[in-house]
């Protein structure tokens, strides 16, 4: 028993002696270690997670983590990794990463290094678009796209006043789900852009595009006639129907800049197109312009268009073929009033307001205008030709020169051109009608038994009485103002002179006596002088003569060696307008006072040729 328990202690003894070492002597054995997550020359972008692997006999103390021999990190706890933010990195650059390891002896390994490239290019937040924008008076709806980002952060919306530049904060949202913001402080009157900037959680912003909110400016209402009648200038303008229409302000100004300009109107009815300004006197210009402002307080503004309260002259040009032009008496405030270029002889109204003329193209008719040049309307509509008109002094007749029935006939019609009615009928040429001032009688002249003479006829075609019964030519019939008169063109002497006689034919006396031709007599507004074209040197150029009723005080107007012809007088009989060569040959619109001085170049355009002048009657 003895031996026994002596064996088994022997037995101990020799295992401890041989299977322990000497606890004095330390652990020198280092770790293993290398990084697993990346391979030299790989790009690395945002976090990347630098991950270790390491081992060790005794155990692991902690691994450090260096980027380009810098100490950015030490973990103690397995697994042992480093979350490595590149953001703050220049993108392209290289860096070198490497970890040691330590064991609880502090014995350490250092990895082998690897070498990765920084590119945070495609980093950046995916945009997201403004989808819509509306709006009403009190507040503005914004919404845009959602975020796809799986490392959203928060969305901002931005503002400017311009394109470029500095963007200006209006709010921020850390709800991906947020995409919707209403405004309620904005001003249209000048354009807004905005943008929504989407941030992830590393701070990279990418903006939206630019989104413009323009509330672009009304539909401009034009003014489209100013008339002068009874002292005040009626003033017309296009009615606005923009559905966000707010009120019109009309302005006037004694300016053509619109310097020192007053509100004469505000309103907030769309209908209100028109606008009597009163107390307008003779002889002024004054200048008007329409603002259109909407609910938003976005304005618009017309063209600046002139109130004129002078005399108008309406004329014939060939600047572009053949149009009419509407001038100031003071040769002022030119318009182009149509743009044919087949339009002759104007003849304004009595009352001024409207202008009747000429259209040859495919064949000749008669058609009128408002002197705004608006409302243009064809009156004939036939293949003959039809011309030579008067009109009415009521203005509501006009009687003219056709030969739609294959020969020349007087016809008569309303002034708008309804119930055009053969007056004549006759196989004879009747000519160049004329009205009496009361309207009820007709003179013209007709080539009827073999002969050219004067008649006379009621307004409806009856009662055709021959006035004038020399073998010779007798024509161009002129009424006097009271009606008693007509004054005409003979050659009954052998030479072409102007004649007087009463309204029935008789007391026929010779007013002038020459060896030349004179033409085209008319009568003075008071009938006390008559107004004719003298050719008084054979060259037919002729000047334009004035005599009193009686043929006396013959006086020499013009007096030039150029061709003037087509006179006629203002109104008050106190000026005479007509056309004239002695600009050089060149035909152009003059007037002078009847007693010869005075004399003006009213259209004083020496590029293009003026013909046929017609004077407004004071409105």
């Known amino acids: ?38 391979t030299s020359g790989q790009t690395v972008f945002e976090i990347e997670t630098i991950k270790v692997s390491t081992n060790d006999n005794e155990g692991i103390s902690n ?90 952060y928060s969305y901002e919306l931005l503002s400017s006043d311009n394109e470029t530049g500095t963007k200006s904060h209006i709010e921020f949202f850390y709800n991906i789900d947020d995409t919707l913001y209403f405004l309620t402080e904005f001003d249209l009157t000048s354009p807004i852009w905005l943008w929504v900037s989407v941030t992830d959680t590393f701070r990279y912003s990418t903006y939206s595009e630019s989104y413009s909110v323009v509330e672009y400016p009304p539909t401009e209402s034009e003014i489209t006639s100013i008339i002068f009648v009874d002292n005040s200038f009626n003033i017309s303008w296009d009615q606005n129907n923009d559905d966000d229409f707010e009120s019109y302000s009309l302005y006037e100004s004694d300016n053509e800049i619109m310097t020192g300009k007053n509100l004469i109107l505000f309103s907030n009815d769309r209908t209100d197109t028109n606008y009597l300004q009163l107390g307008i006197i003779n002889d002024v210009r004054k200048y008007y312009q329409l603002t259109v402002q909407d609910i938003y307080g976005v304005e618009s503004s017309s063209t600046i268009k002139i109130g004129s309260s002078f005399i108008k002259i309406v004329f014939q040009s060939n600047r572009f073929s053949n149009v009419l032009f509407l001038i100031d008496i003071d040769g002022n405030n030119k318009t182009q009033l149509t743009n044919s270029g087949n339009s002759r002889y104007p003849l304004f109204f009595p009352n001024g307001r409207k202008i009747l003329f000429i259209e040859n193209e495919n064949n ?43 020969n020349e006939e007087i016809y008569i019609m309303n002034s708008d051109g309804s119930s055009q009615i053969n007056l004549t009928n006759h196989i004879g040429s009747d000519n160049r009608p004329i009205f009496s001032s009361s309207g009820d009688k007709i003179a013209f002249y007709s080539y009827r038994n073999g002969n050219t003479d004067v008649y006379l006829m ?35 002497d052998n030479n072409y002179e102007i004649y007087i006689m009463d309204v029935d034919g008789n007391n026929q006396i010779r007013l002038t006596n020459t060896t030349r031709e004179e033409r085209d007599p008319q009568f003075s507004p008071d009938g006390t002088k008559i107004l004719y074209q003298y050719d008084a040197t054979g060259n037919s150029k002729e000047d334009i003569y004035i005599m009193d009723v009686d043929g006396s005080n013959k006086l020499n107007l013009t007096n030039n060696p150029e061709d003037d012809r087509n006179p006629q007088f203002s109104s008050d009989g106190s000026i005479i307008v007509f056309q004239s060569e002695m600009s050089g040959g060149n035909s152009e619109i003059y007037k002078i006072d009847i007693d010869g001085s005075n004399l003006v170049n009213i259209s004083n355009d020496p590029n293009f040729m003026e013909y046929s002048p017609s004077i407004q009657s004071r409105p």
């Open 458 to 492: 009621n307004n409806d075609g009856s009662d055709q009485t021959r006035l004038t019964t020399e073998p010779q030519y007798d024509g161009q019939p002129s009424f006097s103002p009271n009606g008693l008169k007509i004054v005409f063109r003979s050659s009954r």
């Open 63 to 152: 691994v450090e983590f260096y980027i380009d021999d810098s100490l950015v990190f030490s973990d103690t706890e397995s697994p042992y990794q480093y979350n490595w933010n590149t953001t703050h990195y220049q993108n392209g650059s290289q860096h070198i990463v490497k970890v040691i390891s330590f064991d609880t002896s502090v014995n350490s390994t250092e990895s082998q290094p690897i070498m990765l490239i920084v590119d945070n290019t495609n980093s950046f937040p995916q945009p997201v678009s403004i989808i819509t924008v509306s709006y009403n008076p009190s507040e503005m709806e914004v919404t845009w796209g959602k975020s796809n980002d799986h490392d959203f």
């Open 364 to 406: 000749v008719e008669l058609y009128s205008i408002d002197i705004d040049g608006r409302n243009t309307k064809r009156l004939t509509n036939n293949t003959g030709l039809d011309r030579a008109p008067d009109i009415s002094l009521d203005g509501e007749k006009i009687v003219f020169q056709t030969n739609r029935d294959g």
């Open 1 to 38: 028993m003895k031996n026994t328990k002596f064996f088994i202690i022997l037995l101990i003894l020799f295992g401890i002696f041989f299977t322990c070492e000497n606890p004095g002597e330390p652990d020198t054995t280092p770790p293993t270690v290398s990084i697993v997550s990346h």
